[in-house]
Nanobody, 128 residues
Framework: EVQVVESGGGLVQAGGSLRLSCKAS????????IGWFRQSPGKEPEGVSC????????YYVDSVKGRFTISRDSAKNTVYLQMNSLKPDDTAVYYC?????????????????????WGLGTQVTVSS
């Protein structure tokens, strides 16, 4: 079965850290651009970070720059999102998604419409 599954979410105090994982099965994650998106109640989905298939491009939304790091482990078929110095505003459901055409990730943004395989998400809650 072709799918991506997120894990690693949880409840953490402000200033803490979490590492999210996006594990792929049925696809080689190194062949795709991978995006992390988040959505909190009442807000539009937001592209948090992405990495191109060759890893030459990594994008971060301004609100997470310097705090979040995206990385890929092709041997484990997994992409990670290391989240440090978490803030209550980071509270959301985090989703990962794959982009087979490698058009969804640029230095200027992560384009939701280019991603066609989505996970079910993992909840991140940051308490103040």
């Amino acid at each position: 079965e072709v799918q991506v599954v997120e894990s690693g979410g949880g409840l953490v105090q402000a200033g803490g850290s979490l590492r999210l994982s996006c594990k792929a099965s049925g696809v080689r994650i190194g062949d795709y651009a991978i995006g992390w998106f988040r959505q909190s109640p009442g807000k539009e989905p937001e592209g948090v970070s992405c990495i191109s298939s060759l890893g030459g491009i990594a994008y971060y939304v301004d609100s997470v720059k310097g705090r979040f790091t995206i990385s890929r482990d092709s041997a484990k078929n997994t992409v990670y999102l290391q989240m440090n110095s978490l803030k209550p505003d980071d509270t959301a459901v985090y989703y990962c998604a794959t982009d087979p055409d490698d058009r969804g990730c640029s230095g200027y943004g992560s384009y939701e419409y280019e991603y066609n395989l989505w996970g079910l998400g993992t909840q991140v809650t940051v308490s103040s």
